[in-house]
């Protein structure tokens, strides 16, 4: 099964103005999408970030990749490392450091998970079987909870209203669980005073008791804050991710807090984890496998986890149904993932590259596709809408402190900032 031909596309989306410790999402999200095509004519998919950067890599990266075969991904591997060289990406800081290392999983990851598709669909098999076989038949999502203007300055306000206090926050979760089921609740922090988040999580407690509950504001908290805000919230949260930046820092927190400390921004890269794991500065490991360098990579992690004891979640940043379908193969094929996953996909409102019908929220959880593969199709009329949404949006990379600065000239995303 020999690579042919690679299509990567990037694509935009709308996007409404979810506020975090870097600032402001923009109207427009960016993603890229990958296609992969072999000689049997077989295509496998997968998705990743679009900023340009990143974007040229993967572009550059698909050229070297012809003539491969699909199995080979060690070979692929290499020939990222090669191409990516020293270059890193990932500017926007929430999601740790970017490292040389973390910038080649980042470009490997959509075009392994493409290999993995075409080779699931050739021996008729789903993903999550080339992955050992599913240890769930659904995987659990929380409902991602952010502060928010009513919608974009200058633009009519979305359908998700504005939440910028403690009582938006309860309404935002309660138009989440009644349209997916979430039976969990992360809410995005790091954008006010941490008494009111305080509170915002207080008043979560009481409106949906014994649902458990996260808080992450994205280090934004200096290690005293980090302390006070988690002795506060005693019993109130299944754990508490990445109050504080770095590896120090967090193991200083952990020993001093009642609740389990999570993180998708100190420990990015295998090279992290030693130093992690003997400070006992985490508990709970969010996997992503966009930057833990595709599906196969993530679940040696996982692995990894599992002997050391750390438990299992799962990040996300603004995506599409192909990398929903990925994160949920690799979700129901890993046994220690025992906390639901984030996913931005309500955010998306109905938008996507993928045909409807594969994947859908049942109680709060996404039922492993049944088709072969990844089991989501493209659809290729959306994929050229997005794509020329992207053309004419104006947005090239990410930048959520810029975009907030727009309207509060002042913004400042210093870490720790409280
Ligand atoms: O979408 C966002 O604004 C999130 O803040 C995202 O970028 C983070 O990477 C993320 O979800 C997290 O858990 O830190
Ligand atoms: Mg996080």
């Known amino acids: 099964m020999i690579i042919r031909q690679i299509h990567v596309t990037p694509v935009a989306f709308k996007d409404p103005p979810l506020l975090n410790a870097a600032g402001v999402h923009e109207p427009w999200a960016l993603r890229t999408i990958v296609e992969l095509v072999t000689d049997e004519g077989l295509t496998g998919l997968g998705e990743t970030y679009g900023d340009l950067g990143h ?58 998970v493409a290999c993995l598709d075409i080779r699931g669909k050739a021996a008729g098999v789903p993903v999550v079987d080339l992955l050992g076989g599913r240890v769930r038949d659904a995987v659990p999502y929380s409902a991602y909870l952010f502060y928010k203007w009513a919608g974009h300055p200058g633009q009519e306000p979305d359908r998700f209203g504005e939440a910028l206090d403690p009582a938006g926050i309860v309404e935002q979760a309660a138009l989440f669980i009644k ?28 409106a949906f008791p014994g649902v458990p509950l996260r808080l992450d504001p994205n280090a934004a908290w200096s290690i005293e804050t980090s ?11 299944e754990y508490l991710e990445d109050p504080t930046p770095d590896i120090p820092g967090m193991a200083e927190v952990a020993a001093r807090v009642p609740m389990p400390l999570a993180t998708n921004m100190c420990v990015v890269t295998p090279e992290h984890l030693p130093e992690a794991i003997a400070a006992g500065a985490i508990d709970v490991l969010l996997l992503d496998h966009h930057y833990w ?41 890993t046994p220690n993932l025992t906390h639901a996953c984030d996913t931005h996909t309500p955010w998306q409102d109905g938008q996507d590259v ?46 959520d402190t810029t975009y907030m600065r727009r309207f509060q000239p002042g913004f400042t995303a210093r870490r720790p900032r409280w």
């Open 179 to 206: 349209e997916h089921g979430f039976t969990s609740i992360k809410l995005k922090g790091g954008v006010f005073p941490p008494d009111e988040e305080i509170e915002a999580i207080r008043a979560l407690h009481e």
């Open 293 to 333: 360098g595709g599906l196969q990579r993530s679940a040696q992690v996982a692995a990894l986890c599992g002997t050391f004891g750390l438990e299992l979640s799962m990040h996300s940043n603004s995506h599409l149904g192909i990398s929903l379908a990925a994160m949920t193969h690799l979700a129901a094929a």
């Open 55 to 112: 974007l040229s890599k993967v572009r550059e990266c698909a050229q070297a990749l012809v003539g491969l075969d699909v199995h080979h991904t060690n070979q692929m591997y290499a020939r990222v490392a090669a191409t990516v060289g020293d270059a890193v990406s990932d500017l926007h800081g929430l999601t740790g450091v970017a490292t040389k290392e973390k910038s080649i999983d980042r470009v490997f990851s959509p075009f392994e």
């Open 354 to 399: 993928v045909a409807p019908g594969a994947l859908r929220f049942e109680g709060g959880a996404v039922p492993v596709p049944s088709g072969t593969g990844l089991g989501v199709e493209l659809d290729r009329d959306a994929l050229a809408v997005m794509h020329e949404q992207y053309r004419k949006c104006g947005v090239t990379a990410r930048d």
């Open 227 to 237: 302390v006070r805000v988690g002795r506060e919230l005693e019993g109130a949260l």
